[in-house]
C-alpha cells in the first residue's frame, strides 16, 4: 500500500507541475498561484509521510510561506 500511495503522490506533484509551468506560459497569474500551492502542498504531504521527492529552491520558498 505505501509503493501505491508513494507513485501516486509522484505522479499528481509531476502533474502540478506541468499545469503550473502550462499557467506560468500562458500568463495565467491566478493559475500559477493555485497550481504552486498545489505543489507546495503535496511537498507537505511528502515530507510528513517520510517520501523523499526533489524539489527547486523556489518550491522551497513557496512551502515556508
Not at 16 to 25: G, K, S
Not at 36 to 63: K, N
Amino acid at each position: 500500500m505505501t509503493a501505491v500511495f508513494d507513485e501516486e503522490l509522484r505522479e499528481q506533484l509531476a502533474q502540478a507541475r506541468q499545469a503550473l509551468n502550462q499557467a506560468r506560459e500562458r500568463g495565467d497569474d491566478d493559475g500559477a498561484q493555485a497550481y504552486a500551492g498545489r505543489v507546495a502542498g503535496l511537498l507537505r504531504i511528502a515530507a510528513d509521510h517520510g517520501i523523499d521527492v526533489p524539489y527547486t529552491a523556489e518550491e522551497a520558498e513557496q512551502g515556508e510561506s
